[in-house]
């Protein structure tokens, strides 16, 4: 099955400075979801990655995937308060059909 | 558009209880999926229903169960419930497999 390795496992930050959470897969990546999170509340979905190469933005935050679709990044710029919570990365298990996730990047910033 | 809403919210019950918990994915979204998230597992995959079918199923016991209805309302059942069942229940819908999925707030149950 596709398993999800993120690192940092929790970073903290201060604020107006710039960040980066990988996401590394065990297997080619189909499609690759980032998610947010708010302790104990539902996900709020960031971006969505299915080619190779491929790079999204949205306001200050970037992700992308790597050439060989087994690696992802989501890279904040100029951090602030407001992004501070848990960062999830999923994807799509074609071999068991269903979808897995990483076990979470936890983000503080700092004022 | 209205999103995913999940109820109820908050839900405490005892060992040996049953509890039923609701989904209502965003309008023509036919697929719904449930998870169970908690610290020492993270996010898992319950199941997944797409037109009244399950599609897919995740490593959980007999005891975890759903349905879906023909307007794309979801129901989890948990039947005896145990401890560590405690968890965040979070269902999450899309218009169809490899579109990105929008996810409910959660219900947060206490098995106590």
């Known amino acids: 099955s596709q398993e999800l390795e993120q690192s940092p496992q929790s970073l903290i930050v201060q604020e107006g400075k710039n960040l980066t959470i990988n996401c590394t897969s065990s297997k080619t990546l189909y499609g690759l979801y980032w998610y947010k999170q708010k302790y104990g509340e539902g996900l709020i979905f960031l971006m969505m990655l299915q080619k190779g190469g491929e790079e999204k933005s949205h306001e200050k935050i970037t992700a992308k995937l790597d050439e060989k679709k087994q690696q992802s990044s989501l890279h904040i710029t100029a951090s602030q308060p407001s992004h501070a919570g848990i960062y999830l990365c999923?994807?799509?298990?074609?071999?068991?059909?269903?979808?897995?996730f990483g076990a979470g990047t936890r983000l503080t910033v700092k004022p | 558009k209205a999103g995913v809403t999940q109820t109820p919210r908050y839900l405490i019950k005892t060992r040996g209880q049953q509890v039923t918990l609701s989904c209502s994915p965003i309008s023509g979204h036919r697929s719904v999926s449930w998870y169970q998230q908690t610290p020492g597992q993270g996010l898992q995959f319950l199941f997944e229903?797409?037109?009244?079918?399950?599609?897919n199923k995740g490593n959980f016991p007999g005891r975890f169960s759903g349905r879906q209805f023909s307007n794309s309302r979801s129901e989890m059942n948990v039947s005896t419930l145990e401890l560590g069942d405690s968890a965040l229940y979070l269902c999450?819908?899309?218009?169809?497999?490899?579109?990105?999925?929008?996810f409910g707030p959660g219900t947060r149950l206490t098995v106590t």
């Open positions: 229903y797409f037109s009244e079918t399950q599609r």
């Open positions: 999450a819908s899309r218009k169809r497999q490899g579109d990105e999925q929008y």
């Open positions: 999923g994807a799509d298990d074609l071999y068991n059909n269903d979808m897995r």
